[in-house]
């Protein structure tokens, strides 16, 4: 339940970033695949994440957010 | 404009101009790049004026730190609260730097007609500015930030910012 909810807000925080709706693109999808996901809305997408959920990434970390599942797992890691 | 000025404008040769940067501050001033010498530049060691460049100063002090790139084509001016460049920043083609902005108060005086305003431009240490940004006079840039092509920038930037888009926000915070 509580990854439900985390993926709705994420699905939710990203697509508003990136003007898309990702409701229906799968989880795994390639950061390349998914129009509008460009390296400046990738930085805006990493700061309206990490405000939404309170956490912080390292500089490191950053670029290998390269999917949903990826940014999914980073925020679990630190929650 | 001074007489001094106008010669200097019209009469130097350009490749003195590059000489005179070399020997008296340790800068490269391309013989292509138009750069109004006056007592209120200060160029740093190492930096680099690149060609096509104009750089006006006869408005106020113009002081470019040490190891500055200035790239090709862009266009610097100065008004009476200045323009700073800190060391090691970097400024990308076409980009401009404004130091002055008509004041629009009167509705019916044509706005060339009145006060030239200037409050200043300070860019901090080791900033990039990209490709065809336009720096603002009331602008400054904190150290570390990176400013995307094509921004505008008018306003007060905090260290380590990235900032884009116009009117130019902060995107991302390095760390």
């Known amino acids: 339940m509580k990854g439900t909810s985390i993926n ?6 990203m697509g508003e970033i990136l003007d898309v709706d990702l409701s229906g693109i799968g989880a795994e999808t390639p950061r390349d695949q998914i129009v509008g996901w460009d390296s400046l809305n990738h930085l805006q997408m990493v700061m309206a994440v990490e405000r939404e959920f309170g956490v912080r990434f390292s500089m490191e970390r950053i670029p290998e957010l390269d999917s949903i599942a990826a940014v999914r797992a980073a925020i679990e890691d630190q929650l | 404009m001074k007489v001094g000025g106008i010669l200097r404008r019209f009469l130097l040769p350009r490749f003195l101009i590059t000489a ?13 790049a138009e750069v ?6 200060t160029i740093g060691g190492g930096s680099v004026i690149s060609s096509f460049t104009k750089v006006k100063t006869t408005g106020g002090p113009l002081r470019i730190g040490r ?8 266009f610097l001016s100065t ?3 200045g323009v700073e460049i800190g060391d090691k920043s970097m400024i990308g083609p076409n980009a401009a730097v404004i130091g002055s902005a008509y004041s629009y108060l009167e ?24 490709a065809g ?10 150290t570390g930030s990176i400013i995307t092509a094509n921004t505008v920038v008018s306003g007060v930037v905090p260290p380590n910012s990235i900032v884009s888009g116009n009117p130019g926000k902060v995107i991302f915070e390095r760390r």
């Open chain 2, 79 to 81: 008004g009476g609260g």
């Open chain 2, 36 to 41: 109004e010498l006056s007592r209120n530049l």
């Open chain 1, 8 to 13: 709705d807000r994420l699905i939710a925080v």
């Open chain 2, 133 to 142: 940004c336009s720096i603002l006079d009331g602008a400054t840039i904190g």
């Open chain 2, 20 to 32: 005179y940067g070399a020997m008296r501050y340790g800068c490269f001033i391309s013989p292509r």
């Open chain 2, 67 to 74: 190891d500055v790139s200035i790239s090709t084509n862009c």
């Open chain 2, 107 to 130: 509705l019916t005086t044509p706005i060339a007609d009145q006060a030239l305003i200037s409050k200043g431009i300070r860019i901090e240490p080791n900033v990039w500015i990209g």
